[in-house]
T-cell receptor, first 115, second 113 residues
Framework: DTAVSQTPKYLVTQMGNDKSIKCEQN?????MYWYKQDSKKFLKIMFS???????INETVPNRFSPKSPDKAHLNLHINSLELGDSAVYFC??????????????FGPGTRLLVL | AQSVTQLGSHVSVSEGALVLLRCNYS??????LFWYVQYPNQGLQLLLK??????LVKGINGFEAEFKKSETSFHLTKPSAHMSDAAEYFC???????????FGTGTSLTVIP
């Protein structure tokens, strides 16, 4: 069974469209994360949720909105897609998300290409 | 503030040679340090982590790393490179004030037959 899964794996869309990426973890973890990996492979945290509560919200355009219907799911909705949004988006989870030192478990990534 | 610097964005080694990937960190509080590996078109997989126990940490696939506070380093090594080690390697730091990870810019390892 996949621990952290993401759908879709690939997403090709036009500028201006709205799209969503879904993430689910079956590890029973309390905390989930979204990362963006740019074309130079640099990974940056975007958001983090602990038990459906937003705890990390980095400087990300308002067009990006995370939603956590329950602690096993963290979805990412993107409005008015721009060329610069093209990247690989990774979902991750960790057991508690507090106190540091916890391993984060990553999904396979969603490769978004905006044309 | 916490940050990680990985020296050398590309490293090439011959099969069977020593692998050394460098990571230096900056942290105002005791850090937790991680190495992750990313194979092509896949997610990140934990290799090993340092959480203030033993300074020499052994991970999967024969990798190990040593935490050196005096040098603020956490370099990753493997005695003998295998073709299957070709991948992107990321060093990351977090602290006990939260579980936010700060990643380095990654090192791409090429193994030459």
């Amino acid at each position: 069974d996949t621990a952290v899964s993401q759908t879709p794996k690939y997403l090709v869309t036009q500028m201006g469209n709205d799209k969503s990426i879904k993430c689910e973890q079956n590890l029973g973890h309390d905390t989930m994360y979204w990362y963006k990996q740019d074309s130079k492979k640099f990974l940056k945290i975007m958001f983090s949720y602990n038990n459906k509560e937003l705890i990390i919200n980095e400087t990300v355009p308002n067009r990006f909105s995370p939603k956590s219907p329950d602690k096993a799911h963290l979805n990412l909705h993107i409005n008015s897609l721009e060329l610069g949004d093209s990247a690989v988006y990774f979902c991750a989870s960790s057991p508690q998300g507090r106190g540091g030192g916890e391993t984060q478990y990553f999904g396979p990534g969603t490769r978004l290409l905006v044309l | 503030a916490q940050s990680v610097t990985q020296l050398g964005s590309h490293v090439s080694v011959s099969e069977g040679a020593l692998v050394l990937l460098r990571c230096n960190y900056s942290s105002s509080v005791p850090p937790y340090l991680f190495w992750y590996v990313q194979y092509p078109n896949q997610g990140l997989q934990l290799l090993l982590k340092y959480t203030s126990a033993a300074t020499l940490v052994k991970g999967i696939n024969g990798f190990e790393a040593e935490f050196k506070k005096s040098e603020t380093s956490f370099h990753l090594t493997k005695p003998s490179a295998h073709m299957s080690d070709a991948a992107e390697y990321f060093c990351a730091v977090s602290t006990n004030t939260g579980n936010q990870f700060y990643f380095g810019t990654g090192t791409s390892l090429t193994v030459i037959p």
